[in-house]
């Protein structure tokens, strides 16, 4: 049945075509009747093997597309985190997936849309990452305000890496920013003390990731000059977030303690050497 319903449309495919062309037909003048037949009969057997064959092609095609789409996102998202939005072309993004411009255009209409896309992506993926941790604020805070974080600009999380410049994109992107901010409130408010107020506990996780991105933005803009700076915005934002969860014996703990990271040593030079004058 699906062959017979293949070369009847084939047949009608055919037809209109050779209607919209008589006065040529008549210049074949003899000839035109094999031509056409001999046109007509290798028409129909290409058309009756990609109809039984174009199915399983069709889907490698899809296959492929996603495939596509996931490398142009990692892509998009690594180096909009690094470069900024602005500071990354299509090119950049196509150069960096190993693919063209147009696998790029056959799954995004905009640059916008395909940041749209890389920024939830990579917030989902940073997300997975910080509550496959112990569900507690300390453990949030080791993650997220760390040396680790402030200098992992490609693998960061989004939200401090693209702040500043989201507010002057279009509406879908502020929707997807806005929709991890939330996401990131939402887990932050869960390990906070459940005897408190709802309303209470819905401002200190406002408060706890909001001051987050700003430390992380700063300590990031201070590092390259004033790395002993930077570390001390860390340790004040780690010590000061922890007292606002509401957490005394966590707060108590991080007053001694240092961001986790690569370089604990580089942190508030000033403050050991004053630490060993008293005593």
Do not use: W
């Not at 055919?14 to 003899?30: I, K, S, V």
């Not at 997975?128 to 402030?150: G, K, N």
């Not at 001051?211 to 700076?229: E, H, M, Q, Y």
């Amino acid at each position: 049945m699906q062959t017979q319903r293949d070369s009847s449309r084939a047949f009608s495919f055919l037809g209109t075509c050779l209607r919209r062309e008589p006065a040529r037909l008549r210049e074949l003048a003899p000839c035109a009747q094999p031509i056409t037949r001999l046109i007509i009969a290798v028409t129909i057997i290409t058309v009756c093997r990609f109809t039984s064959e174009g199915r399983a092609a069709l889907k490698v095609t899809k296959e492929k597309a996603a495939e596509n789409r996931a490398k142009l996102v990692q892509a998009a998202g690594r180096l909009f985190r690094e470069r900024g939005i602005d500071g990354v072309g299509v090119a950049d993004v196509c150069k960096a997936a190993g693919l063209t411009h147009g696998a790029l255009y056959a799954q995004f209409p905009s640059k916008e849309a395909l940041a749209a896309a890389a920024f939830s992506n990579a917030f989902e993926h940073g997300f997975s990452r910080m509550t496959a941790t112990e569900p507690s604020l300390t453990a949030y805070l080791d993650y997220l305000i760390s040396i680790r974080q402030r200098d992992n600009l490609g693998g960061g999380c989004p939200l401090t890496a693209s702040t500043s410049e989201v507010g002057r994109k279009d509406e879908n992107i502020s929707s997807r920013f806005a929709q991890g901010f939330e996401k990131m409130v939402g887990a932050v408010e869960a390990v906070l003390d459940p005897s408190s107020p709802r309303s209470d506990r819905r401002d200190r996780a406002l408060t706890i990731v909001a001051t987050n991105i700003g430390a992380i933005a700063v300590a990031r803009a201070t590092a390259k000059s004033r790395p002993d700076l930077s570390n001390d915005i860390l340790v004040a934002a780690r010590r000061i977030l922890a007292e606002v969860g509401g957490g005394q014996s966590a707060a108590s703990k991080t007053r001694r303690s240092r961001p986790k990271g690569r370089h604990p040593r580089k942190i508030a030079p000033h403050r050991r050497r004053v630490a060993s004058n008293r005593t």
